[in-house]
């Protein structure tokens, strides 16, 4: 059984940084790419980053290039994402993914940017 369990959510400020974690277990982790995938209230499922299975490429859609920094360590079988420079439009529950649209994710953490 595919499992993602993430953690790392809170209340930040304007302008704060944040790192998200996610433990995956139930395949082969090291074998796919992954990514991080949000929901703000009342909007659709937005595509954040992904990593390629070895970590060599990442990806960003323009709303979080150059903020946020997504890795993984596939010796333990863990994704991260690590926000800088959040805004409050980054506010939602940020969710690991096995694929940009969210078909298989976990039950997410909420990330709260508000003054």
């Known amino acids: 059984e595919v499992r993602l369990v993430e953690a790392g959510g809170g209340v930040v400020q304007p302008g704060g940084s944040l790192r998200l974690s996610c433990v995956a277990s139930?395949?082969?982790?090291?074998?796919?790419?992954m990514c991080w995938v949000r929901q703000a209230p009342g909007k659709r499922l937005e595509w954040v980053a992904d990593?390629?299975?070895?970590?060599?490429?990442?990806y960003y859609p323009d709303s979080t290039k150059g903020r946020f920094a997504i890795s993984r360590d596939n010796a333990k079988n863990m994704l991260f994402l690590q926000m800088n420079s959040l805004k409050t439009e980054d506010t939602g529950i940020y969710y690991c993914?096995?694929?940009?649209?969210?078909?298989?994710r976990g039950q997410g953490t909420q990330v709260t940017v508000s003054s």
């Open positions: 139930g395949f082969d982790f090291k074998t796919l790419a």
């Open positions: 990593i390629s299975s070895r970590g060599a490429a990442t």
């Open positions: 993914a096995q694929d940009r649209d969210g078909l298989v």
